[in-house]
């Protein structure tokens, strides 16, 4: 998926601002060009390790949502360009897949050092690529050096080799292998352009894979500055390609000659992607969209769960897969937490600058943008109310939108089913806990689900009864998610397969079970018959049983 072209539009005025239109704090860092934070020179060496071996796929461009400047020009790695990176990945796996796990390990703890050493700049590319906050952009810095210090440190544990349980107790020695995939393709989107990447391509080297990877061409910086930090910890060049380039050019062409193909992006993408990979008879993992909701229980903490609410509709402008688009509140509790939700989002500023001024910032491209206006103004038009926000704000900067919550919204409006993607949620009330959930489950979708309550065992059991791959409770989605050591992933149309823990790993080998036999084969001992030693055989069975065992 590639971000469309961004129309400057009407450029910026103060880079903090509040809803309501007042201006924000003067000391906010003016954002007056890009290149005051990404110089030429580091843009220049980025561009030039775009995988291109020979073939002619023309040029293709990013630009930045804050300002519609041109961040680069790249070049488009055609389809050729995607076969030689792959040609090119295998040679190198063959000898990474060879070295021991604790070189691979050390060097993805020297990388968590650099990801570390380098945040500010970071922060500024992921800003500058993305339009996001800097507060959100720090998210995607504390998650990828988390996932990439939890797999330095756990991979052993979870792909090393592993005694298993013989067919004959003592006689038979049997040991599970994790052989790599081989060349993994990675397909990243614009949205999360470095903690995405990290929790897809650190486990898939760890577990001795080279990788080819595509970033959306509007964040294509930060996957490239990403694996230059990587090379410079040691890893070897040639192991891990990027290619840029369109969509549905380059993307058919990653899944055309990977092993194994890790996707994230939309669930009609989803669909192209799996169906390709079934044709091939490899394997996928795909996380894509999502519709979740937020339970507001009677026994809630209002206050908590306001702030809640608003970190979980408004990160990212919205743009987060498992961010927060629907909540439902208990009627004894929901005029308050209205309220009070109400008077915190009208509150929010909107802004441009490269510090932590702003509470939220830009969309990312005219597709979400139009996207969020479409939602809005269906929902306005079929009678929903908008309770706060409901504008553009192009006099901050191109894309920007406020941050909106909508009432009254019925199953006949688009933004009821349909994933918006951006800074609006829609507020419901309901009377029991059977009901919040029925509604909560109400979508083809199931990634992610809040819930806030001060009962930790009717949260226990409620949570087990939402079709979601995560629930949060007394949070909206930071403690699953940056819980790195469990599964992180989609049910219905949000996915197949997980990231992060044991399973974000283990996808990207193969089990192999290598059986020793000693001593006795597994057949007739000693001239036995074999009537006699099939009744051995069953007796044997019996016996396990008995001993319980496995």
């Given at each position: 998926?590639?971000?469309?072209?961004?129309?400057?539009?009407?450029?910026?005025?103060?880079?903090?601002?509040?809803?309501?239109?007042?201006?924000?704090?003067?000391?906010?860092?003016?954002?007056?060009?890009?290149?005051?934070?990404?110089?030429?020179?580091?843009?220049?060496?980025?561009?030039?390790?775009?995988?291109?071996?020979?073939?002619?796929?023309?040029?293709?461009?990013?630009?930045?949502?804050?300002?519609?400047?041109?961040?680069?020009?790249?070049?488009?790695?055609?389809?050729?360009?995607?076969?030689?990176?792959?040609?090119?990945?295998?040679?190198?796996?063959?000898?990474?897949?060879?070295?021991?796990?604790?070189?691979?390990?050390?060097?993805?703890?020297?990388?968590?050092?650099?990801?570390?050493?380098?945040?500010?700049?970071?922060?500024?590319?992921?800003?500058?690529?993305?339009?996001?906050?800097?507060?959100?952009?720090?998210?995607?810095?504390?998650?990828?050096?988390?996932?990439?210090?939890?797999?330095?440190?756990?991979?052993?544990?979870?792909?090393?080799?592993?005694?298993?349980?013989?067919?004959?107790?003592?006689?038979?020695?049997?040991?599970?292998?994790?052989?790599?995939?081989?060349?993994?393709?990675?397909?990243?989107?614009?949205?999360?352009?470095?903690?995405?990447?990290?929790?897809?391509?650190?486990?898939?080297?760890?577990?001795?894979?080279?990788?080819?990877?595509?970033?959306?061409?509007?964040?294509?910086?930060?996957?490239?500055?990403?694996?230059?930090?990587?090379?410079?910890?040691?890893?070897?060049?040639?192991?891990?390609?990027?290619?840029?380039?369109?969509?549905?050019?380059?993307?058919?062409?990653?899944?055309?000659?990977?092993?194994?193909?890790?996707?994230?992006?939309?669930?009609?993408?989803?669909?192209?992607?799996?169906?390709?990979?079934?044709?091939?008879?490899?394997?996928?993992?795909?996380?894509?969209?999502?519709?979740?909701?937020?339970?507001?229980?009677?026994?809630?903490?209002?206050?908590?769960?306001?702030?809640?609410?608003?970190?979980?509709?408004?990160?990212?402008?919205?743009?987060?897969?498992?961010?927060?688009?629907?909540?439902?509140?208990?009627?004894?509790?929901?005029?308050?937490?209205?309220?009070?939700?109400?008077?915190?989002?009208?509150?929010?500023?909107?802004?441009?600058?490269?510090?932590?001024?702003?509470?939220?910032?830009?969309?990312?491209?005219?597709?979400?943008?139009?996207?969020?206006?479409?939602?809005?103004?269906?929902?306005?038009?079929?009678?929903?109310?908008?309770?706060?926000?409901?504008?553009?704000?192009?006099?901050?900067?191109?894309?920007?939108?406020?941050?909106?919550?909508?009432?009254?919204?019925?199953?006949?409006?688009?933004?009821?089913?349909?994933?918006?993607?951006?800074?609006?949620?829609?507020?419901?009330?309901?009377?029991?806990?059977?009901?919040?959930i029925a509604d909560a489950n109400n979508t083809p979708y199931g990634l992610n689900a809040s819930m806030w309550t001060r009962d930790h065992k009717r949260a226990r059991e409620i949570a087990r009864k939402l079709h979601a791959g995560t629930v949060n409770v007394n949070e909206a989605y930071a403690a699953a998610w940056g819980s790195v050591d469990s599964p992180m992933g989609g049910m219905g149309q949000s996915g197949v397969g997980r990231r992060h823990g044991a399973e974000g790993i283990l996808r990207f080998t193969e089990a192999q079970t290598a059986a020793r036999q000693r001593l006795l084969p597994i057949?007739?001992?000693?001239?036995?018959?074999?009537?006699?030693?099939?009744?051995?055989?069953?007796?044997?069975?019996?016996?396990?049983?008995?001993?319980?065992?496995?």
């Amino acid at each position: 998926m590639t971000a469309d072209t961004i129309d400057p539009g009407n450029g910026i005025s103060e880079d903090a601002q509040d809803v309501s239109g007042g201006a924000g704090p003067q000391q906010a860092t003016r954002l007056d060009s890009i290149h005051s934070r990404l110089s030429a020179d580091l843009v220049e060496r980025l561009v030039g390790k775009v995988a291109i071996h020979g073939a002619v796929g023309g040029r293709t461009q990013s630009y930045s949502p804050l300002t519609g400047e041109l961040i680069a020009d790249f070049p488009a790695s055609a389809p050729q360009d995607v076969r030689a990176a792959f040609a090119k990945a295998r040679v190198a796996q063959q000898a990474w897949g060879q070295t021991h796990l604790a070189h691979r390990t050390k060097v993805a703890r020297r990388l968590h050092d650099l990801l570390l050493e380098r945040s500010d700049q970071l922060l500024d590319m992921v800003q500058i690529e993305t339009g996001k906050a800097r507060k959100h952009a720090l998210d995607e810095v504390l998650s990828a050096a988390a996932a990439t210090r939890h797999y330095a440190y756990a991979s052993r544990s979870y792909i090393r080799s592993k005694r298993r349980r013989g067919v004959l107790p003592v006689l038979t020695k049997v040991t599970e292998n994790r052989i790599p995939k081989g060349v993994v393709g990675i397909i990243t989107p614009w949205n999360y352009p470095l903690a995405l990447a990290v929790s897809d391509v650190i486990p898939a080297l760890i577990a001795g894979n080279a990788v080819v990877h595509k970033p959306d061409t509007q964040t294509a910086l930060t996957g490239l500055r990403l694996r230059e930090l990587a090379v410079q910890a040691g890893l070897p060049e040639d192991l891990w390609q990027v290619v840029v380039g369109d969509g549905p050019v380059v993307g058919p062409a990653v899944v055309e000659n990977a092993d194994y193909v890790a996707f994230t992006g939309s669930t009609t993408t989803g669909r192209t992607v799996a169906q390709a990979a079934a044709s091939r008879l490899i394997g996928c993992s795909l996380e894509l969209g999502g519709k979740n909701a937020m339970l507001v229980l009677d026994d809630a903490d209002i206050e908590k769960s306001v702030s809640g609410a608003l970190r979980g509709c408004f990160s990212s402008a919205g743009q987060l897969c498992i961010s927060i688009e629907r909540i439902y509140v208990h009627y004894t509790k929901y005029d308050e937490f209205l309220s009070r939700f109400l008077t915190e989002v009208r509150a929010m500023r909107l802004g441009s600058g490269l510090d932590y001024t702003a509470d939220m910032g830009s969309l990312t491209n005219t597709k979400q943008l139009e996207n969020v206006t479409l939602h809005v103004e269906d929902a306005k038009a079929k009678g929903a109310k908008v309770l706060s926000g409901g504008r553009r704000r192009a006099e901050i900067g191109p894309l920007f939108y406020e941050p909106t919550v909508l009432g009254d919204v019925k199953d006949t409006m688009r933004v009821y089913g349909e994933e918006t993607f951006g800074p609006v949620v829609s507020v419901y009330s309901f009377k029991n806990e059977g009901e919040a959930i029925a509604d909560a489950n109400n979508t083809p979708y199931g990634l992610n689900a809040s819930m806030w309550t001060r009962d930790h065992k009717r949260a226990r059991e409620i949570a087990r009864k939402l079709h979601a791959g995560t629930v949060n409770v007394n949070e909206a989605y930071a403690a699953a998610w940056g819980s790195v050591d469990s599964p992180m992933g989609g049910m219905g149309q949000s996915g197949v397969g997980r990231r992060h823990g044991a399973e974000g790993i283990l996808r990207f080998t193969e089990a192999q079970t290598a059986a020793r036999q000693r001593l006795l084969p597994i057949a007739p001992w000693f001239g036995m018959s074999e009537e006699r030693w099939g009744s051995l055989m069953l007796r044997s069975l019996k016996l396990l049983k008995t001993l319980r065992m496995k």
